[in-house]
C-alpha cells in the first residue's frame, strides 16, 4: 500500500475543510471497500479523512411518517432495526443477503451506496479498464463476461453495481441526503447511481467533496409485502448474479402500485419501468406476473457470456411478484 496522510474529522463543517485541503483525498468510514481497493492498489488516495465519528447514525421517524437512516449507519444497525423490519422488511433481507456479519457491523449505509464493481478486471490492476484507467480500454468486452451487465452498458464499460441493499432502496423509492462544499442536497435514489456511457469512471452524482449523511425511505404501506430474492453462484457471500426487489399494494382485488427493482444486471439499480405500469389495475395473477416479467426484461442485450441471465431475471421477476403477492417472506 502506498503512504498516504490519514486523519480525522471532529464535525462536518471540518470534514469538508480536511477533504478540500488536499488534492484526491478520500473519505473514509467502514472501510470495508475503499480498505480493499488501496491494498489491491487499484485507489491510491493522497489522503484518508476518517468521518466515522461524525453524527450521522441515527435511524429516525420523520414527521409524516418517512424513515430517515443516517449514511453512517452501519448496514446491522438497519437490518436489525425491528421498525425498519416490519415496515420494509425486503431491506433488511437484500442487507442480510450480502457480504458476512464483521462486514455488516463496520460496513455503512452511505458506503454501501459508493461501493464499487467488483468486475474482475477493475479489481486486478494488471489489467486495462476504462472504470480505473479511463480510455484503457475494456477487456470485458471479449473476456470474462458471466457476471456483467444486460441491460443499460456501454461500448466503454459492461460492469455492474454490486450492493444488495441498493436495489431495495431503489425499489423502496429512497431519496439520498448529501452535503458537500456547496451545501446540502437531495438526490433521488434511481438517479443516485449513473450508467457508464463514455465515463464510466464515474459511478454517480456525487461531487468531489460530497458526504452521504442520510437515505430517506417515505411511507409505502405495500412495502410490508416486499421481497428481496437474490440468485448467486453460492449461497453465501457472493454477489447477486440477478436478484429482484419487488413490492405490491393490493386492494379489492387489483394491484394498486408496484415497484421491481433489478440487481446485478447493470450500472446502477435496474428499475422494471414498464413492468411497474403494466401490473397496476391488474389482478394478482400468474399470467400476469409471467407478462410482468416477459416487459422486465424485454430491453436486456445480453452479451455471448452472460445471455443466461436473461431468463435468471424473467423467473426471479415472475418469482418475487408471486411470494409479494401471497404476503411477502423469503422467496
Ligand atoms: Fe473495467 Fe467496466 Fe470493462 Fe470491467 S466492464 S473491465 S469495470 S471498463
Not at 443466461?308 to 409479494?324: D, H, N, W
Amino acid at each position: 500500500m502506498h503512504n498516504f496522510a490519514f486523519s480525522r474529522a471532529t464535525s462536518p463543517a471540518d470534514a469538508l475543510a480536511r477533504h478540500a485541503a488536499t488534492p484526491n483525498a478520500t473519505f473514509i468510514a467502514g472501510g470495508t471497500n475503499l480498505v480493499d481497493r488501496m491494498k489491491s492498489a487499484i485507489e491510491a488516495p493522497a489522503a484518508v479523512v476518517d468521518i466515522s465519528r461524525l453524527e450521522f447514525r441515527n435511524i429516525e421517524r420523520l414527521p409524516g411518517g418517512s424513515w430517515r437512516i443516517g449514511g453512517l449507519a452501519t448496514n446491522t444497525a438497519v437490518a436489525d432495526h425491528p421498525e425498519l423490519r416490519k415496515e420494509y422488511p425486503l431491506l433488511a433481507r437484500a442487507i442480510l443477503s450480502g457480504a458476512s456479519q464483521q462486514i455488516r457491523n463496520v460496513a455503512t449505509v452511505g458506503g454501501n451506496l459508493l461501493q464499487r464493481t467488483r468486475c474482475s478486471y477493475f479489481t486486478d490492476p494488471a489489467f486495462a479498464c476504462n472504470k480505473r484507467v479511463p480510455g484503457s480500454g475494456c477487456p470485458a468486452m471479449t473476456g470474462f463476461q458471466r457476471s456483467h451487465a444486460i441491460f443499460g452498458a456501454s461500448d466503454s464499460c459492461i460492469a455492474v453495481h454490486p450492493s444488495d441493499m441498493c436495489v431495495a432502496l431503489a425499489a423502496l423509492d429512497a431519496t439520498v441526503e448529501v452535503l458537500g462544499p456547496k451545501g446540502e442536497r437531495k438526490i433521488g435514489f434511481d438517479e443516485f447511481h449513473r450508467l457508464p456511457g463514455a465515463s464510466p469512471d464515474r459511478d454517480t452524482l456525487l461531487e468531489p467533496g460530497e458526504i452521504i449523511t442520510g437515505v430517506v425511505l417515505p411511507p409505502m404501506p405495500g412495502a410490508k409485502t416486499g421481497v428481496y430474492l437474490k440468485l448467486r453462484d453460492r449461497a453465501s457471500y457472493s454477489f447477486a448474479l440477478v436478484s429482484v426487489a419487488s413490492v405490491l399494494e393490493i386492494s379489492g382485488g387489483k394491484i394498486r402500485a408496484a415497484r421491481v427493482a433489478l440487481g446485478g444486471v447493470a450500472h446502477k439499480p435496474w428499475r422494471a419501468g414498464d413492468a411497474e405500469k403494466f401490473l397496476v389495475g391488474k389482478s394478482p395473477t400468474e399470467a400476469v406476473f409471467k407478462q410482468a416479467a416477459d416487459l422486465a426484461v424485454r430491453d436486456a442485450k445480453p452479451l455471448p457470456g452472460n445471455a443466461f441471465k436473461v431468463e435468471l431475471a424473467r423467473r426471479a421477476v415472475k418469482r418475487g411478484l408471486t411470494v409479494s403477492a401471497a404476503g411477502g417472506g423469503v422467496a
